[in-house]
């Protein structure tokens, strides 16, 4: 089993509908949850992050994170074109600054 | 504020030879960190300085990797000799905290 599992898509979404991007992780003790958007041939670009079960908004973003379930999700609304990217799911296991475990991520294409 | 910073962006070797990467962390970060993506896999931990010290090297593949950060600022990844199997782009990342901003990345080609 993989430590931080996503379906790699790709997510075809209508533009201006609302994109859902999920994430399961393994290991309980894990303690920030990271959400990075890449675009083809760039680096890694943190979008959101979240630390404690719930939800947290951020503009057209919402990240959710369910400890009991192991389950972090990403969700996009009004999504435009220029959220066509891979979105990759991060985890850190310590509340420490350590390594991050990433995901394969999916790749979302948003259609006009 | 200047972001983190790779050089080169592009590399491409023969096997056998040697090949050094450079990453400048966002200054004031004591902690900076290395990455490697290899074609169609996911992101991979290699290795995590705290200021000039190594916290975690459980990621390095091999000893044909050495990584240095001397004086706490910048840091080199060394690959010698290089291996085709170590063709991809290596991340470096640096943060104050809990969030790592990523540098743009180096692509390493080994023929």
């Known amino acids: 089993q993989k430590e931080v599992e996503q379906n790699s898509g790709p997510l075809s979404v209508p533009e201006g509908a609302i994109a859902s991007l999920n994430c399961t992780y393994s290991d309980r003790g894990s303690q920030s949850f990271f959400w990075y958007r890449q675009y083809s041939g760039k680096s890694p670009e943190l979008i959101m992050s979240?630390?404690?079960?719930g939800d947290k908004e951020d503009g057209r973003f919402t990240a959710q994170l369910n400890k009991a379930s192991q389950y972090v999700s990403l969700l996009i609304r009004d999504s435009q074109p220029s959220d066509s990217a891979t979105y990759l799911c991060a985890v850190n296991i310590k509340s420490s600054a350590s390594k991050i475990i990433f995901g394969s991520g999916t790749r979302l294409s948003i259609r006009p | 504020e200047a972001g983190v910073t790779q050089f080169p962006s592009h590399s491409v070797i023969e096997k056998g030879q040697t090949v050094t990467l450079r990453c400048d962390p966002i200054s004031g970060h004591d902690n900076l960190y290395w990455y490697r993506r290899v074609m169609g896999k996911e992101i991979k931990f290699l290795l995590h300085f705290v200021k000039e010290s190594k916290q975690d090297e459980s990621g390095m593949p091999n000893n044909r990797f050495l990584a240095e950060r001397t004086g706490g600022t910048y840091s080199t990844l060394k690959v010698q000799p290089a291996e085709l199997e170590d063709s991809g782009v290596y991340f470096c990342?640096?943060?104050?905290?809990?969030?790592?901003?990523f540098g743009p990345g180096t692509r390493l080609l080994v023929l």
């Open positions: 979240i630390y404690s079960n």
């Open positions: 990342a640096s943060s104050g905290g809990r969030t790592q901003y």
